[in-house]
């Protein structure tokens, strides 16, 4: 086997596809390099339906719709595949971070059943694209395991044992762990599956465009606005007439609407590594910590890869160096580990009451619809949405429409850790506007740095380039208004409340935010 080649972010070269950090995924490598073309200029300015964002959701949207005779453009802010679908571990589950025992005591039993009908439809769904449209993805039908190393993960573990079973979905006790981590009990889900999420993207990108779809890469929707006779969605000078507008943007962009206080942002941290031995597991395998741990192979180029994830945490909050330096010892710790060939965060979101939220979007005009609080189960859930938003822009019945319908409202589902959110995104609104350090003077900031910084008694966000010329930016979110903080692994400013983040220039990277940071310009 070849000698991998020695992958460090530090001196490998940019990859051509972007991604919503700065830290490079192991699925934006060479072998993907070519396949992604940015669209030519396009001047069509209407159709029966804009998506918006080109990640999982966006494409399987797209390729149902317009394989059902709608004309549909695809409008995405930067490059296919930029945001959390650029950045995820890629296992494809038939259970999700909601349980089905929370599903049950939240919604009951028949919708504990049905969202276990909805992954499993999801699962087979990959499957069917992969095999229908001929897409190399390297998906492979996997087993998972589950294991708990104490008595109170053992409890835990029982009755996700046990509300699988009653919700149908198939799973067993086994006697030993895939791992080479103690086990005190290991549970087994057959019929899971693994994939490169970057090559499927692509197979639904190219049949897409095969039945006439069109992609606008580097197009970002600021507005849709209805008229007499539907929408227009907005970029620029750009107008796109359509009947419908599918947000399939992770988090819904613009105002501060339910949905963003209904959504907790997360980062999540993943290593690609290799080992000296051979101890790479075969199928996918948690532990059942807090946050958990998980782990799954995969083979590009001939190298084989561990990937590890997890250390997860709300979004600006912890440092995400310490974060990858936890998950690295933990790593080591349990791993004859050679090289660590790539390391990479990215976000999700954790729905309010433990259910993604798919459907019309409540509270704006017909035709608009929405996709988000998928937890890290967006492989699956972002598959189902696409299946679910194409009947209902088509006016057609979908059988889990109303269990995952945005506009529903079950307060005592919702989960007292969305209390402790919101009222942490009020404690960042008024104490993030009292702390900063002072800073004599702009050449204190060490270069490729970030921070939030009293210049002169005013909050500045300030960013020193590696060639030293510094940006000065107002903290302030645009979205709600919260202090953004300095990210300096993905090097990006990241607001703790909604999510929103943006480049050390201060440019929009993500919503819900619609506008860049203010420049601010300082007295000399
Ligand atoms: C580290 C990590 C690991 C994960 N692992 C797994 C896993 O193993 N299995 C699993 O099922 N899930 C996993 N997830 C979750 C899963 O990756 C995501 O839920 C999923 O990729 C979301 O896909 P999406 O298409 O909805 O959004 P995205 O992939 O984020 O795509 C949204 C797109 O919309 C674009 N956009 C945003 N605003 C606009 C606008 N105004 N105009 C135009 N375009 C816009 C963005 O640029 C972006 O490209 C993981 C998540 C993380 C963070």
């Not at 964002?53 to 930067?78: D, M, N, P, Y």
């Not at 296919?80 to 971070?97: K, L, R």
């Not at 001939?302 to 250390?311: M, P, S």
């Not at 506009?407 to 008024?430: C, M, Q, S, T, W």
Request: hydrophobic share 35%; net charge negative.
């Amino acid at each position: 086997m070849n000698e991998p080649e020695k992958q460090n972010t530090s001196f490998r070269e940019k990859p051509i596809l972007p991604r919503d950090g700065s830290n490079e995924s192991i699925w934006q490598g060479s072998t993907f390099r070519h396949q992604l073309t940015n669209s030519p200029e396009n001047t069509e300015e209407s159709c029966d339906v804009v998506i918006v964002g080109g990640g999982i959701t966006g494409f399987t949207a797209a390729v149902r719709l317009q394989e059902q005779g709608k004309s549909v453009i695809l409008a995405e802010a930067h490059t296919v595949a930029y945001g959390t679908t650029g950045g995820t571990s890629a296992h494809i589950n038939t259970f999700a971070d909601t349980t089905y025992a929370e599903v049950e005591q939240n919604f009951g039993y028949d919708s504990a059943k049905l969202f276990a009908r909805a992954i499993q439809e999801a699962v087979d769904t990959i499957h069917t694209h992969a095999a229908t449209y001929r897409i190399d993805c390297d998906l492979e039908t996997k087993d998972a395991y589950v294991y708990a190393e104490d008595e109170s993960q053992q409890k835990e573990l029982d009755s996700l044992l046990e509300s699988a079973l009653r919700a149908g979905v198939n799973a067993d006790v086994v006697a030993g762990s895939p791992l080479p981590i103690p086990a005190l009990k290991v549970i087994r889900l057959p019929g899971q599956a693994q994939f490169h999420p970057l090559k499927y993207l692509t197979g639904l990108r190219k049949v897409f465009e095969a039945l006439g779809g069109i992609v606008l890469e580097h197009t970002r929707i600021e507005d849709v606005e209805q008229e007499e006779n539907g929408l227009i969605a907005r970029s620029g000078d750009r107008k796109l007439r359509t009947r419908a507008v599918v947000y399939a943007t992770h988090i819904t962009p613009g105002g501060v609407n339910a949905l963003h206080f209904l959504n907790a942002p997360y980062r999540s941290y993943v290593l690609a590594v290799t080992l000296n031995d051979d101890a790479y597991p075969d199928d996918l395998v948690y532990d059942m910590q807090e946050p958990y741990h998980y782990f799954r192979s995969h083979v590009i180029d001939g190298q084989k890869y561990l990937i590890v994830g997890g250390n997860d945490h709300k979004t600006g909050h912890d440092d995400p160096e310490v974060a990858f330096q936890e998950l690295e010892t933990y790593t080591k710790e349990h791993f004859n580990v050679k090289d660590i060939a790539y390391r990479w965060s990215s976000q999700y979101y954790v729905p309010a009451d433990g259910l993604p939220y798919i459907g019309k979007m409540p509270g704006s005009p017909n035709g608009l619809y929405t996709a988000t609080g998928y937890n890290g189960n967006g492989m699956i859930l972002g598959t189902i949405a696409g299946k679910i938003l194409s009947d209902l822009v088509r006016e057609r019945e979908n059988p889990y429409a109303e269990l995952f319908d945005p506009g529903r409202i079950k307060p005592l589902a919702i989960n007292p850790e969305l209390i402790k959110e919101n009222a942490d995104v009020a404690y960042h609104f008024i104490a993030d506007r009292l702390s900063a350090e002072e800073l004599d003077s702009l050449r204190d900031v060490p270069e490729d740095t970030g921070m939030i910084a009293k210049i002169g008694g005013k909050k500045v966000a300030v960013y020193k380039s590696p060639s030293g010329e510094v940006h000065t930016l107002s903290p302030v979110c645009p979205h709600a208004h919260c202090y953004v903080n300095w990210n300096a692994s993905e090097k990006s400013w990241d607001c703790p409340c909604h999510g929103a983040r943006f480049s050390p220039e201060g440019q929009l990277i993500t919503g819900p935010a619609r506008k860049d940071l203010e420049k601010l310009t300082l007295p000399a």
